[in-house]
Each structure stands twice: as C-alpha cells, then as structure tokens.
C-alpha cells in the first residue's frame, strides 16, 4: 500500500505528542511492507528542535501551500491519503487533497475532544465540518460514544477509533536508581494544571520528605513549585524510559475535553505503562476498559489517594507497572494499531466513496 501523511510533525517531538504517535504507528506500519510518504509543514518551531530523521518512511517538508504542489502525483497515486488534526491552514490542505486523491482519504484527529469542541464554537483551521462528510474515514483518538456523534451530528460515513499506542522496542523497563517518589512528564496546558495541583502539588506539599518531578516546556514563570518538586523542561524520547525508570510512580493528567468525553487514551499513558512504570491516573470514562482499577493502575480524584500509593510498600507499585506492562504488550502497541489502520484503510477503499456518492446523486 502507498500511503501520504499530511501531519502536525514528524521531525520534532518538542510541545506536541503527534510526534510520537505518528513515529510509532507509521514505523510499524513500514514494517508490514508498505510505503509511506509523511508531508510536515516547514515552521520555525519545530525547525529548530528536530529530533528524527526516520528511516521508515520518506520525509519532505513545505513552506506553503503552493510547495504541495510538486507532490500532487503522489497524491493522486496513493492508495490512502492522511490528513491530520493541527496541520497548519488544514482545511485548506484538506481541500487539495480532496479534489485530488483518487484513493481513500481519512482525516486522524489526535485531538477529537478539542476538534468537536472548537467546531460548535469558533471553528478549527484544520478541518471544517463539511469537509468530515466528504474524507472516507475520520480516525479518532476517540472511542466510545464520540464515534457516533461524528457519524450522526457531521456525516461521517466511517468514525472509527484509532488510538495512540507505543513502540514496545523503544518504551521499556530501564533498572536505573529511583530519583522520584511521583513524576509527570507533559506539556503545560491551562487545562491539565488544576489536575496536575491537585495530584502531584498538594501531595508535595503535604508530603516534604518526598520527592516530585515536573518535565515538560511552556510551563509560565509565574507556578510557584515546592522545594520538593524537580522542574525539566524537556525530555526526548529516547529518555522517556530512564525517566519512569527513575519513577516510584508517574501521574496520567487528561485534558478537560478528553476527559469530559472519556474513551480518550493519551500517548503517555501508553508510553510509561510500556516501561512499567506504575501509573496514578485522573478518572475519566472508559479507562477502566483499558487497565483494571487497582490492579493495572491506580486511580484518583484526590491528593489524600496519590498519598495513600506514595505510602505503599514497594510490592504495590512494581505488581500494578508490570501488569500494566502486560496490557500494553497485549493490546496496544504500535503493530497492534498498524493491523488496525490497515484494515480500516482496506475496508474504507471497497466501500463506496462520499465524493463518488455524490457524484451519482
């Protein structure tokens, strides 16, 4: 199968976790024999944290619309065409694709929670709601009853999960010495922070013999962190493992709208489990089909329930990461998601098209 990527980044990991996601899916999926072409809009940002150069797949970047061009053949001869969630001007790339794919076409939306949200307000730049009735699929990070909604409320013909998952080469257990009692690796989100004051803060707080780590950039000057809180501003890839390595435990903090939609897996969450870190997660829908409560993961609403794990004998939290380990062996990794991407694609190319349905009309 020939297959373009048109996506938020490839190249750069720094700020965003699409990276990550499309390195682990598109990887395996090379693995299984097909060819993948990944488009990245050429910005400042990202130029100047590049932390891959794959040898998965081929990597172009362009400036503006007007450099898409060049590639159009590619467009026009692949078998499957991707759009993802915050490309930028995406709605404008989503029309060129459109009028130009011949094969299936799918918009991946990392952010579905976000996307749904911003559409029944001010709107998105990356997709707009006529064109989701048009894409063959729209792949979401999203399951449960989100799938139906986008089917019903914008004309999806196909609304199919698709979450995020881990490269089990890359996340693994590392034994490396125990530095934290309780860390969170994430960028700052306006969102997340009150989550992230409630978990990891006031048990700091609460807790000054114990020690906690912040990693991640954008975080404002202005958060007033205890002692006893580490700050790193960043952490690549290739040391995430090292990191929840270094991890007593390690805190799953959700955004508000995934979390308001439940059935919303972030990719971290999938990364430290690999690693068997043992994960303290926020509670949202349909978490409990993804790990076993107390078994696989702990979950809390409440600082005194982060305390109560910190106070665990050491048996606690090495049973709940290796089971959680386990599960992600199991069911989640990236060759788990190229199986379910490859079938999606194969089912949506033998269905009929929305432009050909259309076009009958």
Request: glycine share 6%.
């Amino acid at each position: 199968m020939k297959l373009v990527v048109l996506g938020l980044s490839l190249s750069s990991s720094w700020g965003n976790g699409h990276a990550t996601t499309y390195r682990a899916l598109l990887k395996a999926f090379a693995e299984r024999g097909h060819e993948i072409l990944f488009l990245e809009r050429d910005v400042p940002w990202y130029a100047a944290h590049r932390d891959l150069e794959p040898d998965f797949c081929k990597l172009a970047f362009y400036k503006d619309l007007a450099e898409l061009e060049p590639w159009r053949p590619h467009i026009e001869t692949a078998d499957a065409v991707i759009v993802g969630s915050y490309v930028p001007e995406g709605v404008a790339v989503g029309e060129w694709v459109l009028a130009n794919a011949r094969g299936v076409t799918a918009f991946y939306d990392i952010d579905t929670p976000v996307t749904l949200s911003n559409l029944e307000s001010r709107g998105v730049d990356y997709v707009s709601t006529s064109q989701i009735s048009r894409y063959d699929l729209y792949l979401s990070f999203t399951g449960g009853p989100t799938l139906g909604r986008i089917e019903s409320a914008y004309g999806s013909p196909a609304a199919r999960a698709l979450y995020c998952s881990v490269d089990a080469d890359l996340y693994r257990p590392v034994d490396t010495p125990k530095r934290w009692d309780l860390s969170y690796l994430g960028t700052y989100s306006i969102d997340r922070q009150p989550i992230l004051e409630r978990l990891l803060l006031e048990p700091a707080r609460a807790a000054p013999h114990l020690r906690f780590c912040v990693a991640g950039p954008q975080y404002p000057a202005e958060i007033a962190w205890p002692a006893n809180v580490e700050r790193i501003d960043h952490v690549a890839p290739p040391d995430h493992p090292a990191f929840y390595g270094a991890s007593r435990f390690t805190l799953n903090v959700t955004r508000a709208d995934m979390s308001a939609a439940g059935y919303s897996p972030s990719v971290r969450l999938f990364e430290a489990a690999a690693c068997a870190a043992p994960i303290i997660s926020d509670i949202w829908d349909g978490i409990e089909t993804l790990f076993e409560p107390d078994q696989e993961i702990v979950l809390a609403q409440a600082d005194r329930t982060v305390l109560s794990a910190l106070a665990a004998p050491p048996s606690l939290p090495s049973r709940i990461g290796h089971a959680a380990r386990q599960r992600i062996l199991g069911a989640h990794t990236a060759r788990h998601r190229a199986l379910e991407l490859e079938a999606l694609l194969r089912q949506a190319r033998s269905a009929p098209s929305p432009a050909a349905e259309v076009a009958h009309a």
